[in-house]
């Protein structure tokens, strides 16, 4: 039994399905195979945000599962939609690894450090409102493309092919905003000026964990026999991890925000409490609303409450009025 794998062909699908392939493989001793989807989001160009947001990178991926064309498909769990996909289940959540946004910037500079007026890019109204809060005197563009073709914006960075100045091609920005996690995979943390705190920028809801996804028949059961595959998804999924996300897609759920919405939000276990912090932001940066609450309830259901408790709280704070919620 060749068990197929579906993932995007970008450089960063490809490492971190390879990665989950092969942990796949060695737990549950069974061949593995790759299948190359093409999103919606690999074939258009423009703003991510007016495509319909993330999304349109995990739609082609869900089809290709029900089509069984392929059994498994690793995502970004940042990417998935919060609402529930009919005959899909999410198998496992692997541990995660680093949540921060990162600034990959020329000379080495910090966000503090760089001088009024440079060009920082990002595809993120998260990041670019949370940016524009914390330096409202720099220039925010949106940009798109894969980890290095963003990172060749920036001239001088280790890896980059060129130094020639390219308007919106190659060395014309004073620096990206990129997520540590990805850059980790990609063996690119060279490139990094600066990791951000939360306190100064929220990461995406599951941002920095990956989300395995199957049909539902195969997925890990609590009671009763397991297949192989079933068995393997589960030994790969870590709990901590799982309740962490859990609770931040709550919030991005009960404030109705779509993918692209600028909202940020980490959870994470500390002894016997989950702590969760979540933001909401106007895209301008001028206004923005956190806020924190903390649980003993380390279940599913635990965490799914602290994250509506948490979204209650943002949107008393007028979420609502200072931001796009239903941006897709």
Do not use: W, Y
């Amino acid at each position: 039994m060749t068990i197929r794998i579906g993932t995007r062909a970008s450089k960063l699908a490809l490492t971190q399905t390879q990665q989950t392939a092969d942990q796949l493989a060695a737990v549950g001793g069974f061949p593995v195979e790759l299948v190359h989807i093409k999103t919606e989001g690999d074939v258009k160009t423009g703003s991510l945000s007016q495509m319909g947001g993330t999304g349109v990178f995990v739609a082609a991926l869900r089809d290709a599962l029900l089509a069984e064309t392929c059994d498994v498909a690793v995502h970004s769990l940042k990417d998935l939609p919060t609402g529930a996909a009919v005959g899909l289940s999410i198998a496992a959540t692997p541990k995660r690894v680093d949540v921060r946004d990162v600034l990959c910037a020329r000379d080495g500079l910090t966000l503090a450090e760089l001088p009024g007026g440079a060009r920082v890019g990002t595809g993120s109204p998260r990041r670019a409102a949370q940016l524009r809060a914390a330096r409202p005197d720099i220039e925010v563009l949106d940009i798109r493309g894969n980890v290095d073709t963003r990172l060749g914006r920036v001239p001088g960075l280790p890896g980059n092919g060129t130094d020639q100045v390219v308007p919106g091609k190659s060395c014309d920005l004073d620096a990206v905003v990129l997520a540590a996690a990805g850059l980790e995979r990609m063996d690119r943390l060279d490139t990094v000026s600066e990791f951000f705190e939360t306190d100064v920028m929220l990461p995406a809801p599951g941002q920095g964990a990956l989300a395995i996804e199957c049909r539902t028949e195969d997925a890990p059961q609590l009671e009763g026999s397991q297949s192989v595959l079933a068995q393997a998804l589960a030994a790969l999924n870590d709990d901590d991890t799982r309740l962490a996300v859990t609770a931040e897609r709550a919030v991005l759920a009960r404030l109705e925000a779509g993918c692209a919405a600028p909202v940020g939000a980490h959870a994470f276990r500390k002894g016997s409490m989950l702590h969760l912090e979540a933001v909401v932001c106007a895209v301008d940066g001028t206004k923005t609303v956190r806020e924190k609450k903390a649980t003993d309830g380390l279940t599913e259901v635990g965490a799914t409450l602290l994250g509506i408790e948490v979204a209650e709280l943002l949107l008393a704070a007028g979420a609502a009025e200072i931001a796009d919620l239903a941006a897709s």
